[in-house]
């Protein structure tokens, strides 16, 4: 259900696709992403419907996400168009913190040894937001040097203490209480939950560049008052350099980079400016760091998925903003796993099979071929005599649970007596469902009332009152051309426990 509330945010109307004749909406589309906090949402609906109406731009729309916490989005800009007979209205929201945050105005301030929530505080102070839930993460000097936007104020401080935004307001049923920012450690948790290629992971592409490795790197800070550069001459860094890096005179070089990429035996040099270094020891680990993301071809991920969790109801298959999930190919050699985060979502509360997922913060995971043995062979060790006894077991029950899984598997059939697909307006057709328990048919053993057949229109909205009309049909009705308007999809399901 959406709450449609007005420019004072009080409500004044509802649309749900689970009241007859209230008012639907269809093609929704819910998009939140870690990028900016981005939070959007968009939605259709029938234009003439009276509680259309009430749907106004700098009006709200209160919307309940999976679970079950309220966010509130400010009506953007609404389309009217007229196609096929029907008039449909296309709404734009945006989160509603936007404007309101970017309507307040931060003066330059320094705050000294202060945590986020302190922080936080003092920058919504005048916006009609507060902080919610808000982890310790240590303290911070920040400096905002200018006039900024309480937007922009938050999103520094919140990335100079790394940590993550998730919005939220308390609804009372009638209008909106309170107006929360939670601010997190991280985002999601860490569900380890896995994307299969040949499950839910539809395509995985993965690029190697190696156009801006380099072998060697020479760090430069900023200049002093007579406008001498920060180097590492004449400073022995060599007891602060990881294994396998090695200084000279102004730069750190990768030995392992350089036999593999040298150039006839020459480094590929690369030049590291360093802003924040203020002496040599700053610049010299600053250096390294980077020289170690560079010293090495860098590795992009693309993936296709698809979740699972509204499909299937299964809740393992849950993916929620800024999880860490796994992702596994077997197709690759040798088998790509990577470590990822959801930094995007994009949902559908009419039509889940339009759900995506973006994924980011790729860290492959990488076995080498002795920590593969050696991990089998401990396991192996381990589990032999559980997995001996579950051998003989397993021999001694097989018959008994394929006459468990023929058991329970049930299995709705649906066939048309004159095609799916009709032309020139002859339609007439009889649909036949029929009721499989495993292997054994069961239609003939089941009551007329078992069978609950469902008639959804051209957007996906279940036409109540014929699915009302045909209760206590059986297993067959009759389509004719009173009952597709366009388009039409029809649907069956059966209660197996009603057996005559």
Not at 53 to 64: A, D, F, K, P
Not at 342 to 352: C, F, G, H, M, Q
Not at 373 to 384: A, S
Not at 442 to 451: E, K, P, Q
Request: glycine share 6%; charged share 30%.
């Amino acid at each position: 259900m959406l709450f449609i509330l007005d420019k004072r945010y009080q409500t004044v109307g509802t649309m749900s696709n689970d009241i007859p004749r209230g008012c639907p909406y269809f093609t929704d589309i819910h998009h939140e992403s870690l990028d900016n906090y981005m939070l959007l949402f968009d939605f259709e609906t029938f234009a003439d419907h009276p509680t259309a109406s009430l749907i106004e731009v700098e009006g709200g729309i209160l919307y309940q996400n999976d679970d079950g916490k309220h966010q509130l989005f400010k009506v953007k800009e609404i389309q009217d168009t007229h196609s096929d007979g029907q008039l449909v209205r296309r709404v734009y929201c945006e989160n509603v913190a936007i404007s309101e945050l970017i309507g307040a105005i931060v003066r330059p301030v320094t705050f000294t040894s202060q945590n986020m929530e302190q922080i936080g505080t003092y920058i919504l102070a005048h916006t009609g937001w507060e902080i919610g839930e808000c982890e310790y993460y240590g303290v911070r000097d920040i400096e905002f040097k200018d006039h900024i936007t309480a937007l922009q104020a938050l999103h520094q401080a919140v990335s100079e203490f790394g940590m993550e935004i998730e919005y939220e307001v308390i609804f009372n049923g009638t209008r909106v209480s309170k107006r929360l920012i939670h601010i997190r450690n991280q985002r999601g948790e860490v569900t380890k939950k896995i994307f299969s290629y040949g499950k839910d992971l539809i395509q995985v592409e993965r690029t190697e560049d190696s156009r801006e490795v380099v072998t060697a790197l020479i760090g430069v800070g900023k200049g002093d008052n007579q406008g001498n550069l920060l180097t590492i001459v004449n400073y022995d860094g060599s007891a602060y350099l990881d294994k396998g890096y090695f200084q000279v005179d102004d730069y750190i070089y990768s030995d392992e980079a350089f036999q593999r990429y040298n150039m006839n035996g020459r480094h590929i040099f690369g030049i590291f400016k360093d802003d924040k270094a203020t002496n040599k020891r700053e610049l010299l680990d600053n250096t390294l760091a980077r020289l170690k993301e560079i010293s090495k071809p860098r590795f992009t991920y693309k993936l296709s998925v698809t979740l699972l969790e509204k499909l299937t109801g299964y809740e393992h298959e849950k993916v929620r903003l800024g999880d860490t999930v796994i992702v596994k190919d077997e197709t690759f050699k040798p088998v790509l796993i990577l470590e990822a985060r959801v930094i995007e979502l994009k949902r559908s509360k009419t039509d889940p099979t339009t759900d995506e997922v973006t994924l980011g913060d790729f860290i492959p995971i990488v076995f080498t071929e002795n920590d593969y043995i050696n991990k089998v062979q401990q396991t192996l060790f381990e589990k032999e005599k559980q997995w001996d006894s579950a051998y003989k077991l397993a021999e001694g029950t097989k018959e008994e649970l394929d006459q468990v899984k023929n058991d329970i598997v049930y299995k709705v059939e649906l066939h048309s007596s004159n095609g799916i697909v009709f032309r020139n307006g002859i339609i007439d057709s009889t649909l036949t469902a029929r009721v499989y328990k495993g292997k054994s048919e069961i239609t003939n053993s089941l009551a007329f009332d078992a069978f609950i057949w469902k008639k959804f229109d051209k957007n996906g909205i279940l036409d109540v009152d014929w699915t009302n009309s045909h209760k206590g049909f059986g297993k067959q009705i009759k389509v004719t051309e009173s009952d597709i308007v366009t388009k039409a999809t029809f649907t069956c399901d059966v209660e197996a426990s009603k057996i005559l």
